[in-house]
């Protein structure tokens, strides 16, 4: 690929110009070298899976018999399955609820914690140690235990004369102990606002403060597009993250979506469907339908984004 | 928040607080201090509630968790607990499943140093052509649900023989998969000044030398950060190993867990939390000795728990 301009300007060129061109060929050639393990990674399992799963998508299959070619079937199926429907929902549900919440505890963890006060990297340790535990099959049969029925979670609450009727057991309260499962995660973009926030000049607020504004201007005038490409960042991460959620809801449901399909999250049909039915076209056809709509989801962020993030570059 | 309201105040905030008592301040400042630790104590507390409780209750006799108990205080505290755990599900022990679970995540740490390091190398100092189009390409899969290759990436293993071996697991990591990896090391390796490769160049090293005795060293910080990381997520992996692996001999502690909660369901809860508490236990060590470097890790590179 390289060597014929190489080659050309050889002919041409003077000593320290063809040095250079030699100089570009090496690199060219270490290039692809260094880059070989990512390389060949990217090609044999992502680019070649990705083709495979967008024609397997158009076939039936089951791992046994080969493929067989069905079209658009998959696809429209799918819209006529109940359970699909259901996961859809699921999901969606726990996408469009739990995420701002989760992004809301976080910025407001890390507003509390932005200020020079003695304890503050022990709460910062506190507060992020349930991330990095919490899509782990350990916290699901602990979230279980504590959210079944007159588990200590309703034993907790009753002391407040409340009772709603259990957690883990009753279809209508699965959704809220997901929620409050990923927003108890609140703290690894609790500590990237945090990050954020340290980066805003703190005259900022002393020249507000002095024309007289109160926190509430503050954080609409400064705060929030001073940390909006954080806040963006956060977002576009934090709801791709929750569209794949897997583990907790395999284990809490038993692998099979109950009560009812409340926990049926989209990723654990899909395994269902793949691995326990072997309905390898279905299920592939189901996460070219997560991809697109990620990627519809990531689009739109972006471009939404330029009317409410602002980059330090834009504003100097 | 409200005391901020004079100009001078905040400033005196900016800088080194240091005790005034002829300060106006002084009381107020103190006060929202202490309300400050109230709030961010009682966060704690909810916060830690669940993990002290899955410690406490692993020590607990049975009866003692079943009935919805919430206290994390048990008189009749005891390892009983902890000596069904060890025993292990399915006539293999405990500290077998152990082994396995140490074996994925120190292949995982080995494999995605050595790729990510080698590929973020090509990605942040040499130049070639399309690069920029490869680093694009990467970054997107970033993005990409995984599971849309799972399916393809099943069959292939399957017809390869490789289901239910560690291959499938590990492969991924010695060809820099997780992307996300790669590319906070070139994030790393591109605020290195390039004077020091441009010298070396000039002393007549290549990109080996350049690589080896020069980057690697001063990307201690990522190295480091890489390691952590890719070890406790492999060690919690669930998928992966549910998928490819099928012999309980073969199995890492999240998936021998999940056996185990199938075959005594609530029976024996005591049990149940403890194997939870020890598939947590390394994650948790690794956290209490590493956790400023791990919280700074999140900070400074974004990375999710």
Avoid at chain 1, 68 to 80: C, R, S
């Amino acid at each position: 690929m390289t060597q014929s301009p190489t080659l050309s300007r050889r002919s041409t060129s003077s000593a320290p110009a063809l040095r250079k061109s030699r100089q570009r060929g090496a690199d060219a050639r270490a290039g692809y070298t260094f880059l070989l393990p990512w390389l060949l990674g990217f090609i044999a399992l992502t680019v070649g899976p990705m083709i495979s799963s967008l024609y397997l998508s158009f076939t039936n299959y089951n791992l046994f018999d080969p493929p067989k070619w069905i079209g658009l079937d998959n696809y429209t199926t799918l819209f006529q399955d109940e359970r699909f429907l259901q996961s859809v929902g699921v999901t969606v549900g726990y996408v469009v609820f739990g995420t701002p919440l989760k992004l809301a505890a976080a910025l407001a963890v890390a507003m509390l914690l932005n200020s020079k006060r003695r304890g503050q990297g022990f709460y910062r340790s506190a507060f992020y140690a349930p991330s990095l535990i919490g899509a782990s099959v350990s916290i699901a049969i602990v979230w279980k235990a504590m959210f079944g029925d007159n588990g200590p979670v309703d034993q907790g609450l009753s002391i407040f004369g409340i009772n709603l009727g259990g957690w883990v057991g009753n279809p209508s309260m699965t959704m809220p102990m997901f929620i409050l499962l990923t927003v108890w995660q609140f703290g690894a973009p609790m500590v990237i606002f945090l990050a954020g926030l340290k980066q805003i000049p703190n005259d900022l607020y002393e020249a507000a403060s002095m024309d007289g504004a109160g926190p509430v201007r503050k954080f609409f005038n400064i705060t929030w597009p001073m940390l909006s490409p954080v806040i963006f960042f956060n977002l576009l991460m934090e709801t791709i993250h929750a569209f794949q959620i897997f583990a907790s809801a395999y284990i809490i449901s038993n692998g099979e979506g109950g009560p009812a399909g409340s926990t049926l999250f989209y990723t654990l049909y899909l395994y269902l469907r793949g691995f326990s039915d072997f309905r390898m076209g279905y299920a592939s056809a189901m996460a070219w339908l997560l991809v697109i709509v990620v990627g519809i989801i990531t689009l739109i962020f972006f471009r939404t984004s330029k009317s409410w993030v602002h980059y330090s570059g834009d504003a100097k | 928040m409200t005391t901020m309201a004079t100009p001078t105040q905040s400033t005196a905030d900016a800088q080194v607080p240091h005790y005034n008592p002829k300060s106006e301040s002084a009381g107020a400042k103190r006060a929202k201090s202490t309300l400050f630790h109230v709030v961010a104590l009682a966060l704690t507390a909810v916060v830690l509630y669940p993990g002290l409780w899955m410690i406490a209750s692993s020590f607990k006799p049975n009866a003692e968790i079943g009935g919805g108990n919430t206290s994390l205080w048990s008189s009749n505290f005891s390892f009983d607990n902890f000596v069904t755990a060890m025993e292990g599900i399915g006539g293999v022990s405990t500290l077998q499943f152990f082994t396995n679970s140490l074996i994925l995540a120190i292949g995982a740490v080995v494999g995605t140093i050595l790729s990510a390091s080698v590929s973020a190398y090509a990605f942040a100092r040499i130049k070639f052509p399309g690069r920029s189009i490869f680093f694009g390409m990467m970054i997107a899969t970033l993005l990409l649900p995984f599971h849309v290759v799972i399916i393809p990436q099943y069959i292939v293993f399957q017809q390869l023989g490789l289901v239910d071996t560690y291959v499938p697991l590990l492969i991924g990591k010695f060809l820099a998969a997780d992307a996300f990896f790669v590319f906070l090391m070139v994030q790393f390796m591109r605020n290195l000044p390039a004077e020091l490769d441009e010298a070396a160049r000039i002393d007549g090293a290549g990109h080996v030398r350049i690589f080896t005795s020069i980057m690697l060293p001063l990307m201690k910080p990522a190295l480091i950060s890489t390691s952590i990381f890719s070890f406790i997520w492999s060690w919690n992996d669930f998928l992966g190993p549910l998928l490819y692996l099928n012999t309980p001999e073969k199995y890492p502690l999240p998936l021998a867990l999940r056996l185990f909660v199938d075959q005594t369901q609530s029976s024996d809860y005591g049990a149940m939390i403890a194997m939870s508490v020890l598939a947590l236990l390394p994650v948790l060590i690794f956290f209490l000795v590493f956790q400023r470097y791990i919280v700074e890790g999140v900070s400074t590179q974004g990375l999710k728990g």
